[in-house]
């Protein structure tokens, strides 16, 4: 028969876990029983106040975000393809460029470049950029979007192994048909994880545009709720669209952790 | 015998302070099959790299059917499709079936029609005996029919010549005899092939000449009864000694 030598209870292997587990509850009932749950309630949570803000907040705020992220993300991501082939280009001032592009607009808080775009292009150059907040948004954010976007495709394209273009050109393609037919399409299985990344950040930033969509119908989620806590004078508006937020963002991060999976499967 | 398929001469290439090719001249004629061999690292793979330009020669020329592929004038992309180059890791398309792998060049360079180039495709596929993986992706196929729908794909292009960079190295010791077949199958149809290779059966039995590499240089041209059996430099008796030890 095998002797068990008693083991201090620290080193069982459960020991360690079960003490984190400890802690949780413990924070968790302290807070539950420290917190003042009726100015929670009437500060948070005010029905009426939930009542009030529908379907608005659906209709127009969360439909402008989207609307918002989608031209962002759909101009940032056509710059960002440009940019990284700029970037691999043999020809030294376009690779210059698009480093200096990148380092520029990844060095500046995405507030100013907004700000920038909606304010300070129409006073330098006396041109207003159309299609009102939306146009903005692909500018301004698409900017700052590109700059992020473009070292990722970039990352993509060259973790595409150099014998597909080899094997591509030694079949009489030209560069460009071997890049948009070979290349490219290896480049984006490999960084839709990442792109879908940059797409939730991009889904946060749009609220960044509270500086240029002002009016009733062109307010996004976060303006939206605030102008309603201004008037409330209550603080359940941001509890509403913090659930809207994250009604569009968890869907779009549990995506992202399935592709990767997948990713990691493949190949 | 007219215009050499390839022509090569006097062809240096630099890589940094490194001189990989000092000065090689030779041609393979049309119908020609020449196998060179030599040591790792003797410039081998740039020799053929400089051919279709895949790497650009530092001085010299090499002529394709006449024409100077390192104009820089030249219509590269032309020339190349004349050239069916294999190589050792099989550069399979991964995205696409072994159809489309077979038939996208045929469209974008060549300009065929879908029903044409999937013709060309199934016919190409059944001369290396994979009709059955039409469908399939690289991914699912063993190193060998991955490495002969590499060629399949390469003739589609119908090229005049056909170049092998060791693409039999890659493969399992039992999977490269259907490799050869293929290959040898391509010589007895009289297609031009210049086939760097480690072995040393095909080249004493397909080849017409064998070439010796050394350290950037020929060092010995000849039919292959010649130069494996009874090479005259001192350097090519070494490298025949440890090929054969080594069991390559
Ligand atoms: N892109 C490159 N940059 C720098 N050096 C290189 C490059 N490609 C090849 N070389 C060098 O050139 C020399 C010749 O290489 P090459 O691949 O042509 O030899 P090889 O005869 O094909 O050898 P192997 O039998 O191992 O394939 C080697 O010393 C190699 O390190
Ligand atoms: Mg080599």
Redesign the pocket.
């Known amino acids: 028969m095998v002797t068990k030598t008693a083991r201090p209870i620290w080193k069982h292997p459960r020991f360690v876990p079960g003490i984190m587990y400890g802690l949780l509850v413990l924070i968790a009932l302290l807070l539950v029983f420290f917190a003042d749950w009726d100015k929670i309630q009437s500060n948070f949570l005010k029905p009426e106040i939930f009542r009030d803000m529908f379907p608005e907040v659906l209709t127009i705020a969360a439909k402008n975000t989207l609307i918002y992220t989608a031209v962002a993300f759909a101009a940032g991501f056509v710059l960002a393809l440009v940019l990284a082939l700029m970037k691999l280009s043999p020809i030294g001032p376009y690779r210059w460029f698009a480093t200096s592009y990148i380092e520029l607009f990844r060095g500046l808080p995405a507030l100013v470049t907004i700000i920038l775009v909606a304010f300070g292009l129409p006073i330098a150059f006396g041109w207003r950029i159309p299609f009102g907040t939306a146009g903005k948004a692909a500018v301004g954010l698409g900017l700052v979007a590109a700059a992020y976007m473009a070292e990722t495709i970039r990352a993509g394209i060259q973790a595409v192994p150099r014998g597909q273009m080899e094997a591509a050109r030694s079949l009489g393609m030209s560069a460009p048909t071997a890049m948009a037919y070979i290349v490219l399409p290896q480049a984006f299985r490999i960084i839709i994880p990442p792109l879908t990344n940059e797409l939730v950040l991009l889904i946060k930033d749009t609220s960044l545009l509270f500086v240029v969509g002002t009016t009733p119908a062109s307010k996004e989620l976060t303006k939206f709720g605030r102008d309603f806590m201004t008037t409330t004078i209550n603080a359940t508006p941001l509890t509403v669209i913090a659930l809207v937020y994250l009604m569009i963002t968890l869907p779009m991060t549990s995506l992202v952790r399935q592709l990767e999976k997948r990713a990691a499967k493949g190949r | 015998m007219g215009t050499p398929a390839i022509e090569i001469r006097d062809l240096h290439k630099y890589?940094g302070d490194?001189e990989?090719l000092r000065g090689i001249d030779f041609e393979v004629d049309t119908g020609e099959v020449v196998c060179i061999i030599?040591p790792?690292?003797?410039?081998?793979?740039?020799l053929l790299r400089c051919v279709n330009r895949l790497e650009e020669a530092t001085s010299g020329h090499v002529l394709i059917e006449g024409e100077d592929i390192t104009d820089p004038a030249s219509d590269v992309d032309a020339l190349r499709a004349k050239i069916g180059m294999v190589f050792q890791q099989f550069n399979l398309f991964p995205h696409l079936d072994v159809r489309k792998n077979l038939t996208i060049s045929q469209r974008k360079v060549l300009g065929r029609s879908q029903d044409e180039a999937a013709e060309v495709a199934a016919r190409m596929l059944e001369r290396v005996g994979l009709t059955d993986k039409i469908d399939e992706y690289p991914a699912r196929l063993s190193g060998g029919q991955q490495q002969r729908v590499a060629i399949a794909r390469a003739l589609c292009m119908n090229p005049d010549m056909m170049m092998f960079d060791?693409v039999t190295s890659a493969l399992d010791p039992e999977l490269v005899g259907e490799v050869l077949q293929v290959m040898r199958d391509l010589a007895d149809e009289g297609m031009t092939m210049l086939v760097v290779t480690h072995e040393m059966g095909f080249a004493r039995n397909v080849a017409d000449r064998v070439v010796f590499m050394d350290e950037g240089i020929i060092m010995e041209d000849g039919p292959p009864g010649e130069i494996l059996a009874n090479p005259k430099e001192e350097r090519t008796r070494e490298f025949l000694r440890m090929v054969l030890e080594e069991g390559f």
């Open positions: 890589f490194l990989v030599g790792s690292g003797s410039g081998k793979s740039t060791e």
